[in-house]
């Protein structure tokens, strides 16, 4: 007949031993391992300091774990709005985003011929229009874009739109980190134009098409 408290130990033996296992896969192996060794040389009693201090490592690791995701997550939040943003509410009425980090949410802006459309950028940073203001420039067909973002780089008077300028259908104002602006145009007979933020620096990486079907 066994005692019943050795069958108590042995059902806290078995409990604490499942419940280390499983804390332990949670963290490195070299811990794993460490945990495995005191338990297998301790009895009953040292195991649960043993238990305690195995926790208290998992505890730690969890906290690096939580860290890491909410950076993670804090990295997630700040690239999905700009994605989620660039879809098109409708054909012809556009919204697009443009960042801190010099980024439109689109690459291709598509809308049907003969009809309205109208472009709604949004600022979704933070930073002065200063330091990263933005707009959204639809060249004209046959326009050249690195030249017209060369002359813009002297135009910041006129917010970066070369004064006397025949190569723009249309643009929106410049605006800084939260800021959003909407123009209205008609579409222009099909084809494909380029579009740019002619923000000194910018339309390298901020430039697309805007095409008409
Ligand atoms: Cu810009």
């Known amino acids: 007949m066994v005692r019943p408290r050795i069958l108590q130990q042995i059902v806290i033996h078995k409990y604490l031993s499942k419940l280390v296992l499983k804390l332990a896969i949670k963290i490195r192996i070299q811990y794993l391992?460490?945990?495995?060794?005191?338990?297998?040389?301790?009895?009953?009693?040292?195991?649960?300091?043993?238990?305690?201090?195995?926790?208290?490592?998992?505890?730690?690791?969890?906290?690096?774990?939580?860290?890491?995701?909410?950076?993670?997550?804090?990295?997630?939040?700040?690239?999905?709005?700009?994605?989620?943003?660039?879809?098109?509410?409708?054909?012809?009425?556009?919204?697009?985003?443009?960042?801190?980090?010099?980024?439109?949410?689109?690459?291709?802006?598509?809308?049907?011929?003969?009809?309205?459309?109208?472009?709604?950028?949004?600022?979704?940073?933070?930073?002065?229009?200063?330091?990263?203001?933005?707009?959204?420039?639809?060249?004209?067909?046959g326009a050249d874009l690195i030249a017209f973002a060369t002359a813009a780089v002297d135009a910041a008077d006129n917010e970066y739109i070369p004064e006397g300028t025949d190569d723009v259908l249309a643009h929106t104002e410049l605006i800084g980190g939260g800021e959003t602006t909407t123009i209205e145009f008609e579409a222009p007979e099909p084809g494909t134009y380029d579009f740019l933020c002619s923000f000194p620096g910018h339309f390298a990486a901020m430039q697309g098409k805007f095409i008409v079907e």
């Open 33 to 141: 391992r460490i945990v495995i060794k005191i338990l297998v040389k301790m009895n009953i009693y040292s195991k649960l300091i043993a238990f305690v201090f195995a926790l208290a490592i998992v505890s730690c690791g969890d906290g690096k774990k939580e860290k890491k995701e909410e950076k993670f997550q804090y990295e997630q939040e700040a690239a999905a709005p700009a994605k989620a943003a660039s879809e098109q509410k409708s054909q012809n009425d556009v919204l697009i985003t443009a960042d801190d980090m010099m980024k439109f949410s689109t690459k291709e802006i598509r809308v049907k011929s003969g009809e309205k459309v109208t472009i709604t950028l949004k600022h979704t940073g933070k930073l002065d229009v200063k330091v990263m203001g933005h707009n959204l420039v639809i060249l004209k067909k």
